[in-house]
């Protein structure tokens, strides 16, 4: 997957050989989104306990084609900083800047420090299928299941 550095930023990486996911670096010198601006950070930003904010990455990607990369939190940074990742999805034919989502879901201010891994990315395959309106439930499903319309722990807990 080819990658482009737009800002000073360390290249995304693989923790370990074996790692599904592809950690990504706050930028050295970064933005954050307040309300419809951007400003710019040196060295750290202060996450305030249910906020969000909006990073620039400092990086575009050549998705291939067939593939989406798709965020997922990075286990220490979701247990010990309660940060958690939003709009998770890039497509195949998104050419900008990726931007991570960050939510703080702690009661703790959290440092935000240029540098850190924040996210991990996996780049995983698409099945483009098309939608299809039906007009009856006997159009949806060609058979009953045993488990139906049964939901929220209707197959039990143990």
Known sequence: MKILKIRD?????RGTDQ???IDFFIPNEFQVKQEDNYVTVKDKYLL?????VLIPSGIKVNIPTGYAL???NKSGVAVKKSIVAGACVIDEDYQGEI?????NIGKNNVELLAGDKIIQFICLPVNYVSVEE????EEL???VTERGEGGFGSTGTK
Do not use: E, R
């Open 70 to 72: 798709i965020a997922f």
């Open 141 to 143: 499903y060609d058979t």
């Open 19 to 21: 790692s599904a996911g």
């Open 134 to 137: 039906v007009s009856s439930q």
């Open 9 to 13: 930023v360390k290249t995304p990486n």
């Open 99 to 103: 931007h991570f989502d960050l939510k």
């Open 48 to 52: 305030a306990p249910g906020n969000s």
